[in-house]
């Protein structure tokens, strides 16, 4: 069984910092892509930034130059580093990662896993 844990949410100003961070236990073989997608009310899940096993990043248009994607694959964690926070990032954030598992030595196929997401709220 696969778990991806979040922390790092919370209540912030605009213009302030948060760091996000996720990380996967369970029965791991490897990691491929790792990301964080968001979800605001009434708004679909959408993504924020993807890191693939090798360290390439997609950030999506409306974070870039303030939203920053970093894994570190020895502890199977990968992490947001955000700044210049706006009331409009308030979301509920996910975390995201396809997995490949081993069971009784047998590797099972990449799977798709989430976390339990974790609140950010910019406000004044």
């Known amino acids: 069984q696969i778990q991806l844990v979040e922390s790092g949410g919370g209540l912030v100003q605009p213009g302030g910092s948060l760091i996000l961070s996720c990380a996967a236990s369970g029965n791991i073989f490897s990691i491929h892509n790792m990301g964080w997608y968001r979800q605001a009310p009434g708004k679909q899940r959408e993504l924020v930034a993807r890191?693939?096993?090798?360290?390439?990043?997609t950030i999506a248009d409306d974070v870039t130059g303030r939203f920053a994607i970093s894994r570190d694959n020895a502890k199977n964690a990968v992490y947001l580093q955000m700044i210049t926070l706006r009331p409009e990032d308030t979301a509920v954030y996910y975390c995201?990662?396809?997995?490949?598992?081993?069971?009784?030595?047998?590797?099972?196929?990449?799977?798709?896993?989430w976390g339990q997401g974790t609140q950010v709220t910019v406000s004044s």
């Open positions: 890191i693939t096993s090798a360290g390439g990043t």
């Open positions: 995201n990662a396809r997995v490949t598992w081993v069971t009784n030595g047998h590797l099972g196929p990449p799977t798709e896993y």
